[in-house]
């Protein structure tokens, strides 16, 4: 039976179903900071509190990535990754209990090394890499709904590269 709780899972994957199938880097970055916000807030419910703090640094990148214009990309490079390391690392530290607890947080370094790029393609591929330590997590603390959710971002993530990459030039071969 589906609680209030899974509201706010619903939000989540409409919000990750709808950005991870578009085309354009804000729009993909937007979606993907109200999702994550989202299944921050599940996950705290549900009792998750490693899986809370993880998508929480996700959704901090995910801002910091909006904030930042194409043209500065590269400027506030080392800063992001920085900061999602020691953030990540932080959270090791404090509310790791056993090895499942380190799959958010590799999760979230992975994946902002695909926000990184200006290319959708990159940007996809990173996120669906980051996809397999969520998933993981979330099966060993038996959070189906939320491995159901994941499966949902894996579908979303390979639609929208099959729709939005296939239309991009390629570079000519000389």
């Known amino acids: 039976m589906f609680s209030i709780t899974d509201v706010f899972l ?3 994957a409409a919000f990750g ?12 970055l ?26 929480g640094i996700a959704a901090l990148g995910a801002l910091i990535q909006l ?8 400027k506030t490079l080392k800063i992001r990754i920085v900061m999602a390391v020691i953030l990540s690392a932080a959270g090791i530290l404090v509310l790791a209990r056993n090895l499942t607890d380190i799959y958010p947080f590799i999760s979230v370094v992975v994946s902002r ?3 990184l790029s ?11 890499t980051a996809c397999i330590p969520w998933m993981i997590y979330n099966y060993s603390n038996e959070f189906y ?26 570079d000519q071969v000389l």
């Open 10 to 12: 619903l939000i989540s």
């Open 17 to 28: 179903v709808y950005g991870l199938s578009t085309s354009g880097r804000r729009r993909i």
């Open 30 to 55: 937007t979606c993907k900071l109200f999702c994550d916000i989202f299944f921050a807030i599940y996950l705290y419910f549900l009792g998750g509190y490693t899986g809370t703090m993880s998508a």
């Open 67 to 74: 904030s930042s214009p194409d043209k500065y990309l590269g």
């Open 113 to 115: 090394f695909g926000e």
């Open 118 to 128: 200006s290319r959708t393609l990159v940007i996809r591929a990173g996120f669906l």
């Open 145 to 170: 709904l939320a491995l159901g959710f994941n499966f949902l971002m894996v579908i979303a993530l390979l639609t929208g590269i099959v729709r939005n990459e296939r239309n991009v030039k390629k």
